[in-house]
C-alpha cells in the first residue's frame, strides 16, 4: 500500500491485480492472491477482534466483556420483536420458502421494502428500486464490486468501516480518504472532498447515523455532501445500516432524501433496528428519481447480475420481511432507543471521569462512540493495539482499536450492552489506566 499526494488531499493507492472476466459490459473483478492479500493489510475488525480476544487471561474468574463490536443481540435486555420472530417461524412453518429465491430477492419483500423506505422520502421508491442482500455486508461487496472499473477510485470516510477498504483493495479499486472532524461532531470535512477527488472518482461513502462515531448528520449537512456529489458528478453510497438508532438532538434523515440532487445507493439492514445481526438480511436501494441511474450507466443491471451469482438470504427470512415491517410495533423501537440512550449517556459520563482517554463528542446514534487514546499519560503502551491487547489480558474488556477504522490511537467503544456490564467494563478500563499511569506526572493531569 502506497501513500501520496493528489491535488492538495492523501491518496490511498491499494496494490494487487485482479482477474477479470466480462459479464454484459460490466467488470467483475475476481480476488487474486495479491488482491486478498492488499485486503488483508486492511486489518479486519474480525481479524484484530480474534488477537486481542486471545489475549485474554483464561484464569480471570471475571465475564469477558464485549466493548469492541456492537452485538445488543448478546443481552438479554436486547431480545429481538416479538413480532419479528414470530414472523419468521410462521413463513418457515407454511413449507413454502425452503426453496432458492430470485437473485435479488422475492418480489413481495422488495415490495414491502420498498414501501417501508419511502415512508420517510419525498418520493416514492418501486419494487425494482430494491435488492435484497445477506446483510449489509453483501450489500457492501455488491456496490463496490460494481464501480470498480479500471482506473476509477472511491471516497471513503475517515475514521470508517474498514470493510469498505478490503473490498476496494479486494476489486483493485482505488481508495482516497476524506476526514471526519472531532471538534465538530465527526461531520465530513466537505472541504476535503473536491480536493481528493478527480475525473475518474466514481462514488463517496457516507455512513449515517455513524459508525465508529456516533454522530448524526444534520438536514443541512447532508444537503452539503449531496451538492458536492452533484458538483463533482458522482454517487453517493449511504451507509444507513443505524438508520433510526438516534437518541440525540438530530432526527435521522435518509440520505435518499436528496437523491434529486445526485443519486442516491442506500444500503441498509435488518439487523441493527431489529437486534437480529444473525439474520444476515439487508438491501441496496436505489434512490434515483431522475433515473440518472438508469439512462447513463450500467449499475443497476451489474447490481442484477452480481447477485444472480452469489449468496442469497435465506428465503423464509425475505419472506417473513413484510410481517415483520408492517407488524413490529413501535413501543418496540421506542424501548430500544430508552436503553441505547441510557447506556450511550452512562458511557460518554464515565469516559470523562478516566484521564488516560477523551470524548470529543457525545453520541448521539448508532452503538458506538470514538474515544482518544492520551499516551502521554500511560507507561508502557506503544498503541492503541497494544493499549487493548493489554487491557483484554489485565481486564477481560475487549475494546476495539481505532487503527483498524484508520485512526491510530483511538479507541472505539460500544455502548450497546446491559447498563451494569457497561459499569463494569469501564470501570475495569479505568482500573487499568491508573494502574499504567505515569508516575511522574505533575499535578492537574
Known amino acids: 500500500m502506497a501513500t501520496h499526494k493528489n491535488n492538495g488531499g492523501t491518496t490511498t493507492t491499494t496494490n494487487g491485480a485482479a482477474a477479470a472476466a466480462a459479464a454484459e459490459q460490466w467488470r467483475f473483478a475476481g480476488a487474486t492472491k495479491d488482491a486478498l492479500a492488499a ?3 486492511k486489518m479486519s475488525i474480525r481479524a484484530v477482534r480474534f488477537r486481542i480476544s486471545a489475549s485474554v487471561d483464561p484464569n480471570d474468574p471475571r465475564p469477558v466483556l464485549p466493548l469492541a463490536h456492537g452485538d445488543p443481540s448478546l443481552f438479554p435486555v436486547f431480545r429481538a420483536a416479538a413480532e419479528a420472530e414470530d414472523a419468521v417461524a410462521a413463513a418457515l412453518r407454511t413449507g413454502k420458502f425452503n426453496c432458492y429465491p430470485a437473485g435479488v430477492g422475492l418480489t413481495d419483500a422488495r415490495r414491502a421494502l420498498a414501501e ?4 420517510d422520502l419525498p418520493y416514492k421508491l418501486s419494487t425494482d428500486d430494491i435488492f435484497i442482500t445477506a446483510g449489509g455486508t453483501q450489500a457492501i461487496e455488491v456496490v463496490v464490486s460494481v464501480l470498480a ?4 477510485n472511491i471516497l471513503l470516510p475517515r475514521p470508517g468501516y ?15 480518504h476524506f476526514d471526519l472532524v472531532p471538534e465538530r461532531g465527526w461531520e465530513i470535512d466537505i472541504d476535503s472532498i473536491e480536493s481528493i477527488a478527480d475525473k475518474n472518482t466514481t462514488a463517496m461513502v457516507i455512513i449515517n447515523p455513524n459508525n465508529p462515531c456516533g454522530s448524526v448528520y444534520t438536514r443541512e449537512h447532508l444537503t452539503k455532501v449531496a451538492e458536492v456529489a452533484r458538483k463533482l458528478g458522482i454517487l453517493v453510497i449511504a451507509d444507513e445500516v443505524y438508520g433510526n438508532l438516534v437518541f440525540g438532538d438530530s432526527p435521522f434523515i435518509p440520505m435518499g432524501t436528496f437523491g434529486h440532487i445526485t443519486p442516491v445507493l442506500t444500503i441498509g439492514s435488518l439487523s441493527k433496528r431489529w437486534i437480529v445481526p444473525g439474520w444476515r438480511l439487508g438491501w441496496v436501494a436505489v434512490c434515483d428519481p431522475r433515473k440518472i441511474l438508469q439512462k447513463n450507466s450500467k449499475i443497476i443491471t451489474a447490481i442484477t447480475n452480481f447477485l444472480n451469482v452469489s449468496t442469497d438470504p435465506a428465503t423464509f427470512v425475505q419472506a417473513a420481511l413484510p410481517n415483520i415491517l408492517q407488524n413490529t410495533k413501535e413501543e418496540f423501537f421506542k424501548r430500544i432507543i430508552g436503553l441505547l440512550e441510557e447506556t450511550a449517556e452512562i458511557c460518554y459520563r464515565e469516559i470523562n471521569n478516566i484521564k488516560c482517554i477523551t470524548c470529543p463528542h457525545k453520541p448521539e446514534g448508532s452503538l458506538f462512540v470514538m474515544v482518544k487514546l492520551n499516551l502521554y499519560l500511560l507507561e508502557g503502551i506503544h498503541d492503541d493495539i497494544d493499549f487493548c491487547c493489554k487491557l483484554a489480558k489485565e481486564e477481560s474488556v475487549i475494546l476495539c482499536p481505532g487503527s483498524v477504522l484508520g485512526m491510530e490511537n483511538w479507541i472505539r467503544i460500544t455502548f450497546a450492552l446491559d447498563s451494569s456490564s457497561l459499569l463494569d467494563g469501564l470501570e475495569r478500563i479505568k482500573s487499568f489506566c491508573e494502574r499504567h499511569q505515569k508516575k511522574n506526572l505533575l499535578n492537574g493531569f
Not at 116 to 119: E, T, V
Not at 149 to 152: E, I, S, T
Not at 168 to 173: C, R, S, Y
Open 162 to 176: 474498514p470493510n469498505y477498504d478490503a473490498r476496494a483493495a479486494m476489486n483493485n479499486l482505488e481508495v482516497r
Open 116 to 119: 417501508h423506505l419511502s415512508r
Open 149 to 152: 472499473q479500471p482506473g476509477k
Open 39 to 41: 485486503a488483508g493489510d
